[in-house]
């Protein structure tokens, strides 16, 4: 028997609010290199984070394919500037790794409506 398929994380919204929700909270990461957020919304970043950056380190190499990948975390992010800094500030960071390029750090809950808090970082 298969097993159930499993909802991916719903933040509310529509699927376009989402997408540009994560696209922010990246962009925000790259720009402060750590942010606080709920542990919910780290959780659901640090995949698409990782993706993004592992995309970078590939675009290092300065062929024809390296400027699509480029334009690929330009039309994700939607921000040129923390697409320059994603990949010739960040990237060159992470070469020697293979992955694990984030940390979430857990908090505890928030004054205000108990939700838990997280901090998602660079390694």
Known sequence: ??????????FGGSSQHQKLMMANLTASLIAAEA???TEAK???????????ITKAKKAQDGNAVSVHRIRQIQGYLGDKEMTHK????????????????LRILKLGP???DNAPMARIELV
């Open 35 to 37: 942010i606080e957020t």
């Open 42 to 52: 780290a959780k659901a970043l640090r995949p698409i984070a990782e993706k993004l």
């Open 86 to 101: 994603l990949v010739a500030e960040v990237a060159p960071r992470y070469l020697e790794r293979n992955g694990g390029y």
């Open 1 to 10: 028997m298969p097993a159930t398929p499993r909802r991916a994380r719903n």
């Open 110 to 112: 928030r004054q205000g």
